[in-house]
Each structure stands twice: as structure tokens, then as C-alpha cells.
């Protein structure tokens, strides 16, 4: 992998790291819950039939392994590996923008890692 493709991925998991920190909900739901309340609403008019709202959400791992002698990880010998991973991690953007259209935009990544970069 090229450093440039390798520091786009590793601010990429950032950045949605950090939306998932700024506009997680409190008391965390299961997705598809009608208890979620979390994300973040702007009101387009005083009424609040006109908005747009931002949500994000995020499985997040964290693992260590210990490896049998002679193993190896990138072909380096390694005793051991660990890393943090964006297992997966979703933004939602959608608005009301009338009465009869609502726009939304998803995006999404899966098995995201500094390390990996996702390749895997």
C-alpha cells in the first residue's frame, strides 16, 4: 500500500472516530430501535417539519494475539500483534426539505485499521 493511500485511510477512520464521539447517543440503542434519540437535528423553520439530521454509529474492536514461534506478520517475524479497528462505522445525513422530499446520503466502511488500511 502507498503512504498517500495509507494516510487517507488512517484519516478517514479518524474522522469517523470522531463524528461517532461527537454525535453518539447517550444511552447507546440497538440500530433500528425506536428508542434512539441520539445524532444531531437542525431545524430548517421555527415549525421543525423542515430539517436535516446527522447520525453516526460504530463497531469498534480492539484486539491483541500472541502468535506460535516462527510466525510472521508483512513477512516480519512476530511474537505478537495488536491493533484498534473500525469494524464498522456509518453516516447518516438526511433532511426534510419539504413536505414531499426528503433527501438522504449513507456512507459506509468496514474492517478499517491504521494498519491494514482495510485491504483485509
Known amino acids: 500500500m502507498t503512504k498517500k493511500k495509507f494516510l487517507f485511510r488512517s484519516a478517514l477512520t479518524a474522522v469517523m472516530l470522531a463524528l461517532s ?20 437535528r437542525v431545524n430548517l423553520d421555527t415549525t421543525g417539519r423542515k430539517y436535516f439530521r446527522l447520525i453516526v454509529w460504530n463497531q469498534v474492536w480492539a484486539r491483541y494475539q500472541e502468535f506460535n514461534p516462527g510466525s510472521a506478520v508483512n513477512s516480519e517475524p512476530a511474537k ?18 419539504s413536505p414531499d422530499n426528503l433527501l438522504m446520503f449513507h456512507f459506509g466502511i468496514n474492517n478499517q485499521t491504521f494498519t491494514s488500511g482495510g485491504d483485509g
Open 80 to 97: 505478537d500483534y495488536s491493533d484498534i479497528m473500525l469494524r464498522r462505522s456509518r453516516f447518516l445525513i438526511y433532511g426534510q426539505i
Open 21 to 40: 464521539v461527537i454525535c453518539s447517543p447517550e444511552n447507546v440503542q440497538a440500530q433500528g430501535s425506536s428508542l434512539y434519540t441520539g445524532g444531531w
